[in-house]
């Protein structure tokens, strides 16, 4: 069973730049069948999709956080990372890892959830 | 403003049958298929539904989802306690070449 699990700090503050990553467990992160992708919700509102990579590195970006948001990946230790620079009070929520299979483009595996705020 | 529109709230008695509307374009629903997901309080989101009506090992029958034009819906049998949660609709769009949400729908079972 796959397992995703995100980490990084937990309170970021304005205008800096967010970083957080999320580990890959009991499966293979080079799959071609999969999407690994970030996901947010602000307390209290719905999910907003943030960003995907594809195994060979392509990158798929919510054209509302494009300018902001850079998504890696680093096969050598099953791993995929967000950076999201200018922060502000707006981008406080709770930030989930998820895969999207390749097939139906369903998110299938979604790790626990990191919750960052962004404040002085 | 979410792309895909459901209705904020839903609400049952337990027994009764109950759906949620999620509405979209030919960019995404009417192009793509369409994927449920059911989130608890204080939970990540779970797969409900994908491909439009297919259901992941070990979600109960109860739960099923159809699709026809740029519209999609979820429907839910036998309603249970356990069935309160937020539930939300996703598809990919064409257009924006990357994933969209509804704003999700509040169920409550009364």
Known sequence: QLQLQESGPGLVKPSETLSLTCTVSSGSISSSSSYWGWIRQPPGKG?????????????YYNPSLKSRVTISVDTSKSLFSLK?????????AVYYCARASSGWYEFDYWGQGTLVTVSS | ????????????????????????????????????????????PKLLIYGNNQRPSGVPDRFSGSKSGTSASLAISGLQSQDEADYYCSA???????????????????
């Open chain 2, 1 to 44: 403003q979410s792309v895909l529109t459901q209705p904020p709230s839903a609400s049952g008695t337990p027994g009764q049958r109950v759906t949620i509307s999620c509405s979209g374009s030919s960019s995404n629903i009417g192009s793509n298929t369409v994927s449920w997901y059911q989130q608890l309080p204080g939970t990540a």
């Open chain 1, 47 to 59: 999910l907003e999709w943030i960003g995907s990579i594809y195994y060979s590195g392509s990158t």
């Open chain 2, 92 to 110: 990919w769009d064409d257009g924006l070449n990357g994933w969209v949400f509804g704003g999700g729908t509040k169920l409550t079972v009364l």
């Open chain 1, 84 to 92: 999201m620079s200018s922060v502000t009070a707006a981008d406080t």
